[in-house]
Nanobody
């Protein structure tokens, strides 16, 4: 079964940076997509970004465009989320999610939770003002 482990969260001041990692294991296929979501207290889970392993296509929420960058190391089955110019409103638990094949994110909304089959446990990101 697919397992996802997030790391890299922490406490940072506004304007700072963090890099999150999502290490995926438990599968042999090489065509998949991994998305990053976040959930702030009292709010729903919001799609932040997504990347396809097949062609490297990337997707971003408007709220993070120009500040966050998603990338992948397919050899390590690891996806990264570089977060720059962090704001207090970026404070949330960040989750990565997995779906295969990657074509699904072109047929279904990449930023909606039902699109994905597997989820990590999340990593806390706190941005202080």
């Amino acid at each position: 079964e697919v397992q996802l482990v997030e790391s890299g969260g922490g406490l940072v001041q506004a304007g700072g940076s963090l890099r999150l990692s999502c290490a995926a294991s438990g599968f042999t296929f090489d065509d998949y997509a991994i998305g990053w979501f976040r959930q702030a207290p009292g709010k729903g889970r919001e799609g932040v970004s997504c990347i396809s392993s097949s062609d490297g296509s990337t997707y971003y929420a408007d709220s993070v465009k120009g500040r966050f960058t998603i990338s992948s190391n397919n050899a390590k089955n690891t996806v990264y989320l570089q977060m720059n110019a962090l704001k207090p409103e970026d404070t949330a638990v960040y989750y990565c999610a997995f779906v295969t094949p990657s074509a699904i994110i072109r047929e279904s909304p990449w930023n909606q939770t039902p699109t994905y089959d597997y989820w990590g446990q999340g990593t806390q990101v706190t941005v202080s003002s």
